[in-house]
Every structure is written in C-alpha cells, then in structure tokens.
C-alpha cells in the first residue's frame, strides 16, 4: 500500500476545511467554552466509572477478557459485559503523568473531544443544508440538559457524542471524499464500535442500504460494514450478559419515565418522588404537545421544497426511539445518561423539520415552530436527572 494513503496530504485538508473553515472556528469556539464552563465543576479527584477504569489500568486482576491471549494490556477487556476500547486506551493515555492530576486531564481532553464532535456534527448538517443549521445542531448538542458533571470532565462517556455523529453521519450520508479521510472515518467508526454496543443502530441502517438502496450504495459504506461487522464480532465474542431482565410493564414504566428529558428542572428533581396532579400533566402533557407539533411540522414541511430534510428528520426520530427502546431492554432500566443520544437526535431532527417549515408558504408556520422553541427553552434549566 502507498504510503499516501495512509498519510492525509496537505491538498487533501486544505480542501476539506477551506470552505467550512469559518464555520468551523465559529462552532469550535463557542461549544468548547459552554463544554469547559458545563464542567468545570467537576470533582477534583478519580470517582465512579472512571475509579474503575484507572483501577484496572493500574492493577489489573483476573478474570481477563476472553481476547487477552491476544492482549496482554487489557484493552480488550470488557466493562460492564462490553468492550470499550476507546475509553481503555484514553485511561492509558491520561496515566502517563500522575494521578493526582488525572480528572484535570480528563476535564481537558473531554472538553476537546465533546467539541471536535460538535464541530462535525456542525459540518455534516451544514453540508445537509445551509451554515446556520449546522451550528444550531452543535449547539442543540451543546446546551440541552444531561448531567454535566458526569457526562463532561470523565473518561467514561467520551464515546457518547461520538454515537451521535455516527448516526448523522451515515442517515445524512455525507463522507469525506479523499482516501486519507475516509480512512480516518473508517478507524474511528471501528473504535467506536469497539468501544459501544449502541453503534449496532448505525450497522443496521447500512445493512438496510444495502438491501433498499442497493443502486447507489458508496464505496466507503461498503467498508464501513465491514469494519464494523469485524469489529461487532469482538464484541459478541467478549460479551458478558448481566441477567438483567425487563418485564412489559416494567418497560412501558422506564419508557415513561424519558419524559423527564423535555421537563423543567423542577419536575426532574422529583423524578422519583410522589408528584402533585400539576406536576404530572407538565411532565406528560409537554412531550405529547411536542410530539403533536412535530407532527404538524412534519406535514407543513413535506408541502416545502426541503422534503429532503423532512426524510432524514423522520430517520432520526425512528432511531431515537429505537435506541432507547434497546438501551432500556439492555441494562434493564433506564439509566438517565441513555437520553443524551436520543434527545440529541430528536432535537436535531426537529431544527430540520423546523427550518423545512419555515420555508413553506403556510400562513402560521411561525405557530408550531414557537411552539417547539418555546419548550426546548423551557426544558434548558438544570440537568437530566441522574438514577
């Protein structure tokens, strides 16, 4: 193999950033400074998943990975009955130094990853559609409540923005275009699947491709099946199942319980106390406006000349709930930080549809659009709850 195609040229980068280089700086700048005020809280020592992964980096024990004849640095040993490479070698990387200083590294290298992903969620729906969305996307991304003190400055959820642009990536099938770039896009989706079990969405949708859209399947998709179905079967092989079991009931309940993401603060804090009857028709009452609303943005902006963004929006919703559905069934309750990736879609999905809206010649299309804006505002104090 050349060894030009394994090295970016320089024309190759020039090419990529010029056009999207303002763009670029702009989101970086502005989702890097919320992401290092979201968690510049964070607790000055080595706490909760991130204990664990330190833990086991420094003195790690048996049993090992069923791969460790492979791995004599236990990367490949799984956490929680799945790999996570990516968060095995970030561990490694950070305890080059001490470890006293370890959370101020991994608040530093979050902050950076969280914002090298906004900026190409940014750049995926800017090539979509126009700038100004790809940014209202990453800030979507940036501000919409999840616990920040968890979910920013640790190691452990690094993979989770990671997801959600994958999911863009490949429903908005926008690909760099010079082989060093696509290499780059196909190591990182193998990582990723090496390191989250949630990426299982984002082969499904290529498998579907391949099977719906046989005709205009591209080269790089092709590839990406194949990296991922590799790097799928590391994770079938080392996976550990929990017991963990969910009965109907016990579902539709932790299914209910998403609706906390689109409440105010207030509600969220009594995620699992007794509420007033007020308390319930907010909690309940807004998702079922906001799903009626979207509905109805969805109708007016088939009636634009943006049915395009239409399409994907719905792809996007569909995931949404499809992710959540397997992210509760896998662990066996909903665990708060499983929203971020869902809502994250959702909110997404809903700047399309709005801006599709907003091009129609309806009379009140500003109506709906208000509407969705008014409780995405709402729902911004405070965090998600955390169970």
């Not at 919409?144 to 959820?157: D, F, R």
């Not at 299982?200 to 591209?218: A, C, K, M, N, T």
């Amino acid at each position: 193999m050349h060894r030009g195609a394994l090295v970016l040229k320089t024309a190759d980068i020039r090419q990529f950033l010029r056009p999207n280089a303002a763009l670029g700086a702009v989101t970086a700048l502005v989702t890097g400074t919320i992401f290092l005020v979201r968690g510049h809280g964070y607790r000055r020592l080595i706490w909760g998943d991130d204990e664990l992964l330190v833990e086991h980096a420094i003195h790690r024990q048996t049993p090992f990975g069923r791969l460790h004849f492979i791995d004599p640095f236990g990367i490949l040993d799984p956490f929680a009955g799945y790999l996570i490479v990516i968060l095995r070698l970030t561990t490694k990387f950070l305890l080059l130094w001490d470890t006293e200083t370890f959370p101020l590294r991994a608040y530093w290298l979050s902050s950076f990853i969280w914002t090298l992903i906004a900026v190409c969620i940014a750049l995926l729906i800017s090539g979509l559609t126009r700038p100004y969305l790809g940014f209202l996307a990453a800030m979507a991304m940036t501000i919409m409540p999840y616990s920040n003190l968890v979910m920013l400055a640790q190691v452990n959820t690094i993979y989770m923005p990671a997801v959600l642009a994958m999911i863009i990536a490949v429903v908005t099938r926008r690909y760099p275009q010079s082989k060093g770039f696509q290499i780059v896009v196909c190591v990182a989706f193998a990582l990723v699947t090496l390191t989250s079990i949630t990426t299982i969405v984002v082969f499904g949708y290529l498998i579907s491709l391949v099977f719906f859209r046989r005709h205009d399947v591209q080269l790089i998709e092709r590839r990406l099946i194949w990296v991922m179905g590799l790097a799928l079967v590391l994770q079938l092989i080392s996976y550990q199942p929990r017991g963990r079991m969910i009965s109907p009931s016990s579902f539709l309940h932790e299914f209910l319980l998403s609706s906390n993401a689109f409440a105010p603060q207030f509600v969220r804090e009594k995620i699992l106390e007794p509420k007033s009857a007020i308390e319930n028709i907010i909690l309940y009452g807004i998702p079922i406006l906001l799903g009626i609303t979207v509905f109805v943005l969805v109708r007016l902006g088939n009636r634009s000349e943006c049915r395009s963004q239409i399409n994907i929006a719905q792809h996007f919703f569909l995931i949404a709930i499809l992710l959540l559905c397997m992210l509760i069934i896998g662990n066996g309750w909903l665990n708060s930080h499983y929203l971020f990736i869902p809502t994250g879609l959702f909110w997404i999905g809903v700047i399309l549809v709005s801006d599709a809206t907003g091009n129609s010649t309806f009379r009140y299309r500003m109506l709906p659009i208000t509407v969705v804006l008014a409780i995405f505002i709402l729902h911004l104090s405070g965090t998600y709850f955390v169970i």
